[in-house]
DNA sequence: GAGGTTTTCGCCTTATAGACGATTACCTGC
DNA sequence: GCAGGTAATCGTCTATAAGGCGAAAACCTC
């Protein structure tokens, strides 16, 4: 606990277990899913829980989860990472004491991750029964991913390299919960200038049809639209 | 560490001391500031520090924090306080690994608590200088209140209970930072419900001119308008 | 009651996005 | 190679939200 160094001593303060999680999302088989894994021990044994663990001596919280989702899927296909919340429940865990700190997690539709045995997506709409407190990281996680779809471009994370509107429409209405308007998600996005055609036009479909031009995002790094829709400074200030 | 009951031992993980922060805005003098105190010893002496400290065994981070706010501020005076972000930097105690918490209060223009002589609201766009990672908790605090601002009534935890739709206004540019058109408030405001008139009349101005009419936030329970401002579901559903 | 001050209201313009039908461009099968 | 089917794309209309601005209202003091 606390090693002094540098100038005094830290003050007596409590040292509690912490551990990190991830509610990591994607769209799978055209619904929003989270990736669990299921407990083979108590506590909870046979519930579904969200991927994580300890925190090394020297490591941060982001590089923790990091390390924990090495194990279940390449890193290098996680998209978009950011911090949740921190939750300290005194009761989380039966077993004792411990803080916990969730990120949201995103993987595109196009990463086909090799999972372990006891790891699977699940639907966020039709959960099965979910240890701790976990179904709490994973509701605010999913609201969260939803607002931000409507005023940044995390989009982005959720999509492939290249895509055509109709495969972007399906995405956003799978994220959203809700159908989408392909010729109105295609404006808002042109508009915002988040993507942009690739000159390419996709393979034809297998029923006919005219094939569809691709499009990509401009940035993969995440951007807010605007700051925000209301209440905007005077125009002259923007 | 880690009390060994219910069912199993907590695994081998790593214990940090944890402590919480509060950035606790208001505006005071027309401009938002964050209140602060001047550190007496090292490290940091005579800098500025957010308040806060340990948490208690059997404490949540929430309880944790009033607790630390108690002796700064009358805690019914806090408006609002939502958590904002866990750092984790290694270094950010010279000391030792320390974990921290930091939150967004609210305290509002009609408070005016009676300060500790080491303690004092500092205007956010004229900070002194901060001790450890301080400046960036109210960074990301006040980004948080100005986005907030835009797509949810927190501005009720700004304003006193009955107040004109200038003193809103000024409310509002200070925390914004921008000049608001007092028309386009009162416009905003009222179409989203937010607040209603008291029916009562404000006393006349020193300077003469019309008296205004007193309004209230309908509620003081946080509410974020709409979902978002875009990609709605479609007409029927909403 | 004249002149000054501030609030409140109404109207106009602009920005954004949802709805929907028309058009385009490709397929398959004859 | 042409008819019929299908999906993508475009154009236009409408709805909604919000910024700008000036006129009118309601109070003050002198």
Not at 22 to 33: E, K, M, Y
Not at 158 to 167: K, V
Not at 175 to 190: E, I
């Given at each position: ?15 509690y ?23 083979a021990k ?11 663990g300890?925190?090394l ?5 982001r ?18 990472l ?12 039966p ?14 539709t196009?990463a ?19 240890a ?75 029923a ?31």
């Amino acid at each position: 606990m606390a090693r002094a160094d540098g100038e005094g001593a830290l003050p007596e303060w409590q040292a509690y277990p912490h551990e990190v999680l991830a509610v990591v999302l994607s769209v799978r088989d055209g619904r929003l899913s989270v990736l669990m894994w299921r407990r083979a021990k108590a506590p909870f044994a046979r519930r579904w829980a969200l991927p994580g663990g300890g925190v090394l001596a020297h490591e941060r919280l982001r590089a923790a989860i990091t390390r924990h989702l090495a194990e279940k899927v390449e890193v290098r296909e996680l998209t978009h990472l950011e911090q949740l919340a921190t939750h300290s429940n005194v009761h989380r865990d039966p077993r004792g004491r411990v803080l916990a700190t969730a990120y949201l997690g995103i993987v595109p539709t196009s990463a086909t991750p090799v999972l372990p045995a006891d790891t699977a997506w699940q639907p966020v709409g039709d959960l099965p029964p979910t240890a701790f407190d976990h179904i709490d990281f994973i509701t605010a996680a999913v609201e969260r991913l939803r607002a931000k779809l409507s005023y940044t471009n995390v989009g982005h994370a959720l999509a492939p390299d290249e895509f055509t509107l109709a495969e972007l429409r399906d995405i956003f209405s799978a994220a959203l919960g809700y159908p989408v308007a392909q010729t109105n998600l295609a404006r808002v996005m042109d508009r915002r200038h988040l993507i942009e055609p690739t000159g390419q036009r996709s393979a034809p479909g297998h029923a006919g049809g005219r094939p569809a031009m691709t499009y990509r995002f401009r940035s993969r790094e995440l951007s807010v639209t605007d700051p925000f829709a209301t209440l905007r400074p005077p125009r002259g200030r923007r």
